[in-house]
């Protein structure tokens, strides 16, 4: 998306707590140097040590302070994962933006305080969630909005991990560790609708996997009476990526594409053309009121359902939402 007339001169004054400018790997690196975002001031309470940089940034030791800079509008969030939630609720409470490091919280609850908080104070908090540039899911998406099929009845979703190689170093966790949030957040997003509990069955490692399990299901009945079932294990499944059923028709997708069968016809879907990226769109939230980028709730919603299948796994049956 090329930028409006008013960009360059109107970039987005950057905070970041919880991290130091020149790390590889973390969201402060991410954000892209342009006419649209500018860092203005970092403070890296939280971390261990203190490094203050060249001078070329604000530092600040005190995160409370550094919410007084009038330069800051917008507060990136990393640092250790249990101190993001009050990171992000003393950023929205200063009327500064919040875009928080993945994973967003430590648990759903905090999640969704800080979402209630940036409701109510008309803010944006999000994340970015880089899964849902997947094809597939982007493919299924245009197929749904292609056609005008109703309500999803049915949902299946398997997911294909490769295997490890025999002398790699054992992953930390499982594959719902791995993967839940982003596939239970995609399913979310294609669903639509309320899910009334969740079933979470897992296959202990085998070696050379390792973790907590090599394959997991996910049973989801819907309050609507319909239901998803997410699969996922090492190795192929020999199934599509995603089958929908619907009361017209049912939808496949895989390798980057989806096919609506309907009666006789069968039509195709590819993903759309470039979109925005997140920066892009979280640059027009901000400075031209237009949707923010990763609406909280559906992260909100992804954790909730993460945190039922591993309570359901852990004594065995239906965890209600």
């Known amino acids: 998306m090329p930028a409006d007339e008013t960009t360059s001169a109107n970039p987005v004054g950057v905070g970041a707590v919880g991290l130091r400018p020149g790390q590889a790997d973390d969201i402060l690196a991410a954000m892209p140097r342009d006419e649209r975002f500018a860092l203005a001031a970092y403070c890296d309470e939280g971390l261990r040590g203190q490094e203050p940089g060249d001078g070329s940034v604000a530092y600040y030791t005190d995160y409370n302070v550094m919410l007084q800079d009038p330069a800051v509008e917008l507060i990136l969030v990393g640092g ?10 003393r950023a929205l409470n200063a009327g500064r933006h919040a875009v928080l490091e993945l994973p967003f919280c430590e648990e759903a609850a905090d ?16 994340a970015e969630l880089p899964w849902r540039r997947d094809p597939d899911l982007r493919a299924v998406q245009a197929a749904l909005a292609g056609e005008n099929l109703g309500a999803v009845d049915g949902l299946l979703c398997s997911i294909s991990v490769p295997k490890p190689e025999a ?8 594959l719902l560790d791995r993967i839940g949030l982003p ?8 669903l639509g609708q309320v899910v009334k509990s969740v ?7 085998v070696a050379p996997a390792g973790g907590r399990e090599s394959a997991f299901l996910i049973y989801m009945p819907l309050r609507s009476g319909g239901w998803a079932i997410v699969q996922a294990a090492f190795g192929p499944t020999g199934l599509p990526c995603w089958t929908l059923y619907t009361a017209e028709a049912v939808i496949t ?3 980057g594409r989806a096919a609506v069968l309907s009666g006789e016809d069968v039509r195709t879907y590819d993903p759309p053309p470039r979109e925005e ?20 709730a559906g992260i909100v919603r992804a954790m909730k359902l993460l945190e039922a299948a591993y309570e359901s796994i852990a004594p065995g049956g ?4």
């Open 277 to 296: 990226t997140f920066w892009e769109r979280l640059y027009r939230a901000v400075r031209q009121g237009a949707e923010a980028p990763c609406h909280p």
């Open 253 to 255: 997708a895989g390798e």
């Open 111 to 126: 999640a969704e305080r800080v979402m209630k908080i940036a409701l109510r104070k008309g803010l944006i908090a999000t």
């Open 318 to 321: 239906p965890v209600p939402i």
């Open 199 to 205: 079933n979470a069955h897992a296959r202990r490692p």
């Open 167 to 174: 002398d790699a170093r054992p992953e930390r966790g499982g």
């Open 183 to 190: 596939v239970l957040d995609r399913v979310n997003l294609v």
């Open 80 to 89: 250790p994962l249990a101190k993001r939630r009050d990171f992000a609720v």
